[in-house]
């Protein structure tokens, strides 16, 4: 083993017995991507403030800062991170932040040069009086110039204001409150300049800024003060503060007044519909416009007034010149969906489809007066072969012009002969392949459909040609976000009916065009009786696009997550996959989805694999949503199943079949040599092939491979002259071998592997599923795992070397005698082969494909079913996993359920555990009788419903029932995208409370009791900086039970009830068993919690230490691993090294105050600790150090003592009767927790707090 190698199994052995500590910028790098900088900054903002003394905290946030323009504030957080001892990686990187923020205000310069130079009147109103020459004739080229007129402009006021408002007009607000400062404050500046400022202010500043500006701005126009706010307000996003405002202008004015309109798109926003409709009634009366009659149509169609929508769409359409207007689809819409009108609806869409209507054969059949005849002569293009259009796909790129122009073509062809069919087909396989949103396909797919008799699917094609067909017609253009897309998937989901005989082939998320997805294919597409079937595939590069795909005219290419990828997860009939698709993917009803995963696990999948604990959420996602499951074997059904642990929500029908991909091994009987091995550039003289194919090294995000080990293996392999070597590495290694020269023959990437397989006579292979396929041909396997100490270490595996379905060697030396012994001896391994292949390949008969094809599309309930009954009642249960001691409770407690009676499944988020080790081994602890499910992915929801729930993030509450309404479709929604239909007898939302958790066990899981526990002080939180908990107040009411750890919180929700009790693990009596420590509890001990930054160490150190005056028999007790545990050592020095305690106890939190004696909260800052809280409930003595923002006279009330000075502690301390562990036992262990079988049993017994 080499250095490097070594080195990183000793890193990765430490990070794990240490774990890894630090901020998760998970949720900030996700915003980031998606542009959400409000979110992002947020986001980070919350990391900082939990870890204050992170430099990489400071710098994450000065980097969103960055990309969001606020170059100010992020130079503050660079220094901070600087001043917090940035390590020289983090310097340099700061360093070029600063570099590109320089380079950016170079830019920014050079624009405010151009804008300058075009601005005359801003010239011409500045004093030349400084310089020599003319300014309005000078051309400005470079940022100096712009910054010495600078100076120049701000002399005068005219120009002094029209500068601030283009420094607003580009963004560069923190520039402007420079320029108000030198110029003497807001005062000085025009109305129009103020209104500028305020529409722009930066979002962290806004509430700080606003009211000083509204309060200059009010004084130079007192008449405009509501406006204005109103103004500030909804440009910010603050929605509910803007209605306020715009309603009391709407009361004091009448309906023609501007107000009025501001009131009504603020309803909107606010999910207020009726409210909205009803300002939209009162302006259509004072003037009855094309636009009051479609706010009022739009708002009635919102609040379920459809008969006025109608009405008054109707109207719009009637004054509205174009058309193809917004109104005539919308009343489409409304006429089809909502009174299931479908050719009143084609009526209304006659402009959208009249170009196509040549004979007017449509309009004569809906009772439409004729039209002027030949007016609509449609060109038919000259034919072109199908053949030879088809192979322009494989040029340049994947052709999407080309095989777009094909497709038009077809359609053409098919029309002019009559063949509507064909011309619908041609058109759907436009839709399905195209990479942007172009609705005239639409339109003509439409007319198409409504000639041929099927008026309702014709309406549904006709609304979705809308870009985005959301119910609140405001976003009508171009789909380019991925945000944006998954709303049209989601509309096309709910509104188009299933396409017939349409199947999505995917393989390798469409890195690759092969394995099973393809054979099957292949199968499908020669069957006569699938002749009218369009196929799709998925294939991200052309180069891997096979021939015979691209010859096919029934077939069409798409990339993954473009336009038709969108509406082929949402439309197609069949559906298989060799790995999973996007996590956005739902399966619907009517929808059948195969999974044949991707080979024979030899290593550790799912659950097993450590690194893909947070990775592997997604598979048993589509796991769970499949409708089949074809396996090779047995072993392979029982490994995916159960260790993706979806075993237990499965309602697949799980089938071995034999692997597809294997059917060409299998019925190749020349194993087309001759023609391989001249593209290969090797001899046709006979000699036998050997095939050395590893599997790759590391993770998913992270390849490694020892190349220099490889070159020499290579190297010595390729020596004799007795056999012919090929090399082919694993696809996720090509990136390590691309930067090194291999030697020997590389086959091209395009030449599959089961080509290879074909033409191999021995296959050499490590730990990959490859070995496992070649037993379907019985020629001989060898398995060269020269580094299997350190691979099952790592990765692990689910095979002993004896149990290798093959030769196994260890060593090139070991490995260059088998394979003479294989040469000389071909038949030496025949007897072991058989067995293996029977266990392994038994299906492989070569009839795999037609197999599952049969299965596929000879389903006949095609619903989306429930997993079977196993007679157990199910619970699904949701930990933050945030927090090492919460989580490790949360643990303890699931581990002490009675699995005879209840089948456990754990979800949770991967954000914490992806920067926590220790988090991360917590999870070995579970039982193995509970079933993990991480989430991947975020709310998958519709347009309104992503603005309920920004709202609910923005404002804390729901200001209507319709927002909470769409809410709750929301979580619904998730719900089914998490589990599918799976039900559950009890749900439990345990810990952290987050908006997103909290409103998804709440609203959205099919459940019969809901249950949520909260072991944090609610209270203290409530006006914590993130917010959090006021956006989780509304939520609460979802739950049938709330149980917490302290009084207090009716103050905060007083529509629910709470039951105050402690859940923890199952205790029935605190004997010696129970409660176990690695001290014995005599003389007295204060337990201080865990070491962090918060606690106050120099008064610990003073009051504890004997240097100082401490008393000697005064035990001093640590819970955990805090990051400051090595200082309080070093403070406390070796004479009082014996007094220290460290506990790595597994008991819950408050055992361990309870055996100290004594309970000190002696934090510098923050809420009291939910320790204190634990300790008080179970009639522990308690102090607190006195700290700012403490409320004293409560806690004093509660029986805490607070101190102020080491002299106070240490006379309350010896003033204190000593516990006995004898009076500990004797006390009321029923009132001190419960088990969770009680909560789930609802034994309750309270704890008086």
């Known amino acids: 083993m080499d250095s490097s190698s070594l080195k990183q199994i000793v890193v990765r052995r430490v990070k794990k017995l240490i774990g890894k500590e630090g901020p998760d910028f998970t949720e900030v790098d996700q915003k980031y991507r998606e542009g959400d900088w409000r979110q992002a900054i947020n986001f980070a903002q919350e990391i900082v403030a939990k870890y204050p003394n992170s430099a990489d905290a400071r710098y994450k946030l000065a980097m969103v800062l960055v990309r969001s323009g606020q170059l100010r504030r992020a130079e503050v957080e660079f220094n901070r991170a600087i001043d917090l001892g940035a390590g020289s990686s983090l310097t340099e990187k700061i360093e070029r932040a600063r570099q590109s923020i320089l380079e950016k205000e170079r830019l920014w310069r050079d624009e405010v040069s151009e804008r300058l130079s075009a601005s005359k009147v801003v010239l011409q109103e500045a004093p030349p009086s400084r310089f020599a020459f003319d300014i309005t004739n000078v051309p400005l080229p470079n940022w100096y110039r712009a910054a010495a007129l600078e100076g120049l402009i701000l002399e005068s006021t005219e120009s002094r204001n029209k500068y601030i408002e283009l420094m607003c007009e580009i963004g560069k607000v923190d520039r402007v409150y420079d320029i108000v400062e030198r110029v003497g404050g807001l005062s000085s500046l025009s109305e129009d300049t103020l209104v500028a400022i305020g529409r722009s202010l930066l979002p962290q500043e806004y509430r700080e800024r606003l009211v000083d500006l509204l309060k200059v701005l009010n004084s130079k126009r007192p008449q405009q003060r509501r406006q204005d706010e109103y103004s500030f307000r909804y440009s910010h996003g603050d929605i509910g503060g803007a209605f306020n405002v715009a309603e009391r202008l709407a009361q004091e004015t009448d309906a023609s007044n501007p107000s009025w309109n501001r009131a009504r798109v603020s309803s909107l926003k606010l999910g207020n519909y009726g409210q909205a409709e009803w300002y939209a009634a009162g302006q259509l009366l004072e003037s009855p416009t094309y636009a009051h009659h479609f706010a009022l149509a739009l708002a009635a169609e ?44 084609l009526k209304e869409l006659e402009p959208f489809w009249r170009e196509f209507d040549a004979d007017q054969g449509l309009r004569i059949s809906l009772g439409l007066p004729e039209l002027e005849r030949g007016m609509h002569d449609s060109v038919v293009p000259e034919s072109v072969g199908i053949g ?10 994947l052709g999407r012009s ?14 002019a002969s009559s063949d509507r069919e064909g011309a619908m087909r041609a058109l759907w396989q436009m839709i399905f392949s195209m990479e942007h949103h172009d609705a005239k396909v639409f339109y003509r797919l439409g007319y198409l459909a409504a000639v041929s008799g099927r008026m309702e699917l014709a309406a549904s094609i006709f609304e979705i040609s809308l870009a985005i067909p959301s119910a609140h017609a405001v976003s009508v253009k171009k789909v380019e976000s991925r945000r944006e897309q998954v709303w049209r998937y989601l509309e096309v989901r709910e509104i188009m009916p299933i396409h017939p005989s349409t199947f999505l082939w995917e393989a390798h998320f469409g890195n690759r065009v092969d394995c099973n997805p393809y054979a099957m294919w292949r199968e499908m597409s020669h069957r006569p009786e699938m002749g009218d079937a369009i196929h799709i595939i998925v294939a991200n590069d052309a180069c ?21 990828y969108w509406h082929s997860l949402a439309m197609a009939e069949y559906l298989v996959n060799n790995a999973s698709f996007s996590f956005e993917y739902m399966r619907r009803d009517g929808q059948v989805y195969a999974n044949t995963w991707h080979g024979t696990p030899l290593k550790y999948l799912g659950r097993d694999d450590r690194d893909s604990v947070l990775d592997y959420g997604n598979v048993s996602r589509n796991l769970i949503h499949a409708s089949d499951l074809f396996m090779p074997n047995l072993f392979t059904l029982k490994v995916m199943t159960r260790h993706y642990d979806c075993d237990k929500l499965l309602g697949a029908d799980c089938t071995v079949t034999g692997y597809p991909r294997n059917d060409v091994l299998v019925h190749s009987a020349d194993r087309g040599v001759s023609g391989l091995r001249r593209r290969l550039g090797l001899p046709d003289d006979g000699k036998p092939i050997v095939l050395y194919a590893p599997t790759w090294r590391g993770n998913s995000k992270e390849q490694r491979f020892d190349t220099d080990r490889l070159i020499e293996d290579l190297r010595k392999l390729g020596k004799s002259d007795r056999y012919h070597l090929i090399f082919r590495g694993h696809p996720l290694s090509l990136a390590v071998f691309a930067e090194h020269s291999l030697p020997g023959c590389i086959p091209d990437p395009a030449i599959s592997t089961y080509d290879l397989l074909n033409l191999a006579d021995i296959v050499i292979t490590d730990y990959s599923s490859l070995g496992v396929d070649f037993l ?40 260059l005698e088998t394979l003479t012994e294989f040469l000389t001896q071909p038949d030496s391994l025949c007897f072991e082969m058989e067995g293996w292949r029977r266990q392994f390949a038994g299906m492989d008969d070569g009839h795999a494909s037609a197999r599952c094809n049969d299965l596929l599309i000879g389903k006949k309930d095609r619903r989306v079913v429930p997993p079977p009954a196993t007679g157990k009642k199910r619970l699904l249960v949701h930990s933050a996993l945030s927090d090492v001691d919460r989580s490790r409770a949360c643990i303890q407690a699931l581990n002490s359920v ?69 809410f709750s479709l929301a979580m619904r929604r998730e719900a089914q995208r998490l589990f599918a239909s799976a039900t559950f007898d009890v749900v439990i939302e345990w810990g952290d409370l987050t908006t997103v958790w909290t409103g998804l066990l709440g609203y959205g899981v099919d459940t019969t009791r809901r249950i949520l526990i909260c072991d944090r002080d609610l209270v203290a939180e409530l006006d914590g900086p993130s917010g959090q908990l006021r956006r989780v107040l509304p939520l609460l009411d979802g739950f049938d039970e709330v149980l917490v750890p302290r009084a207090g919180l009716t103050d905060i929700a007083p529509t629910k009830e709470f039951r105050e009790v402690l859940v923890s693990r199952r205790i029935t009596s605190l004997d010696s068993n129970a409660l176990t420590l690695s001290h014995s509890v005599g003389a007295p001990g204060v337990y201080v919690g865990q070491v962090d930054e918060a606690l106050d160490l120099d008064f610990i150190v003073k009051a504890f230490g004997q240097a100082n005056g401490g008393s000697a028999d005064t035990s001093f007790v640590i819970r955990g691993s805090g990051p400051g545990i090595h200082i309080v050592r070093d403070r406390f ?79 309350w301390i010896d003033s204190l009767k000593v516990i006995s562990s004898d009076s500990i036992r004797k006390g009321r262990p029923e009132l001190l927790c419960m088990s969770l079988d009680d909560v789930l049993n609802a034994n309750y017994c309270q704890v008086d707090v």
């Not at 096979?546 to 005219?553: F, I, Q, R, S």
């Open 898 to 966: 009675d699995f005879d009676r209840w089948e456990v499944t754990l979800t949770f988020d991967r954000l914490h555990l992806i920067s926590d080790e220790t988090l991360k081994d917590l999870l070995i602890d579970l039982d193995p009788e509970i079933r993990v499910l991480p989430r991947k992915g975020g709310v998958v929801a519709k347009f309104e419903e992503s603005q309920a729930i920004d709202i609910l993030y923005s404002m804390g509450r729901f200001p209507s029932k319709s927002l909470h309404k769409m």
């Open 388 to 397: 030879s259009n088809a192979i322009r796909l494989a040029q340049n790129s």
């Open 544 to 564: 891997s696009i096979p021939d015979d795909v691209l010859a096919d005219p029934r077939t069409v290419v798409t990339t993954r997550e473009s336009e038709g």
């Open 402 to 415: 080309q095989q777009s122009k094909y497709l038009e073509a077809v359609t053409e062809q098919a029309l």
């Open 776 to 815: 379907a041909v019985g020629r001989p396997i060898i398995y060269y795992v020269y580094d299997y100490e350190e691979y099952s270490t790592d990765r692990g595996l689910y095979f002993d070397l004896d149990e290798f379905p093959g030769r196994v060697v260890s060593t090139l030396n070991e490995l």
């Open 1133 to 1211: 020095g070796d004479a009082n090294s014996d007094r220290l305690i460290f506990e790595q106890c597994a008991d819950p939190r408050w055992v361990q105050p309870l055996l100290a004696g004594f309970y000190f909260d002696c934090r510098k800052y923050g809420p009291v600790s939910m320790g204190l809280l634990d300790s008080l409930a179970v009639g522990i003595p308690v102090a607190a150090l006195m700290r700012p923002g403490l409320d004293t006279a409560l806690l004093e009330t509660a029986g805490v003592k607070i101190v102020a000075s080491i002299d106070e502690l240490r006379r």
């Open 302 to 345: 919102l609040s379920g007034d459809y008969e006025t929508a109608r009405e008054q769409y109707r109207k719009c359409v009637a004054r509205q010149k174009d058309a193809k207007s917004l109104a005539a689809q919308r009343l489409a819409v409304v006429l089809n969906r909502r009174f299931g009108d479908a050719r009143g609806a």
